[in-house]
């Protein structure tokens, strides 16, 4: 019995070591040399202080910036240490209740708007912490953020326009637009 032992401690030392040390050390060397930026959260800087990660939304609130897709996060939104989506499938009248109540409060906030909501205003992602939004989206509270900022429309589009991010390689994905990104340049340009 013994004899047994003594090689399979051996064994689970060894692989513990490389498995639970050396691999992860060298993982992390790897990204930390090849994708520093990623590697350490994707931060946003602004005045050398970290404002954000353009990974994970943030919750914006005041009329005055660009809202992101709702998050189901509990019990704040845009908890990272919490992500899921609402899993309420598309009969659940939990959905259709959430969503008429989002659109509800999006009119409210801009009762000249008369154009449809669009979708991702409405509807959260599937991890509840989708930092960006459709440009349409962007577009659609352009009129809104335009008035309550005393800007001209045109300079609001352009700026939703510059913070659009085509898809990736042209092909996967939809175009986009980062919201922290583009409430940050838009408070640069309020300056």
Request: charged share 10%; hydrophobic share 50%.
């Amino acid at each position: 019995m013994t004899k047994m032992i003594r090689p399979v401690l051996v064994l689970f030392v060894l692989l513990s070591a490389i498995t639970g040390l050396l691999y992860p050390l060298a993982i992390t060397g790897a990204a930390q040399a090849l994708f520093p930026r990623q590697a350490n959260g994707s931060l946003v800087l602004q005045g050398g202080q970290p404002v954000g990660s353009a990974l994970i939304g943030q919750h914006f609130s005041d009329p005055r910036y660009f809202w992101g897709r709702p998050s189901a996060t509990a019990p704040t939104p845009y908890n990272a240490a919490a992500s899921g989506g609402a899993n309420q499938g598309p009969l659940n009248p939990a959905l259709a209740e959430a969503v008429q109540a989002r659109v509800q409060a999006l009119r409210a906030a801009d009762p000249g708007q008369q154009a449809s909501v669009p979708l991702d205003l409405v509807t959260t992602s599937a991890s509840g912490l989708d930092p960006h939004t459709s440009p349409a989206a962007a577009l659609w509270q352009a009129p809104r953020i335009a008035r309550l900022r005393g800007l001209p429309l045109a300079h609001v589009e352009q700026l939703v326009a510059r913070h659009t991010e085509a898809p990736l390689w042209g092909l996967l994905g939809e175009a986009r637009v980062n919201v922290l990104a583009l409430n940050l340049a838009l408070d640069a340009s309020a300056r």
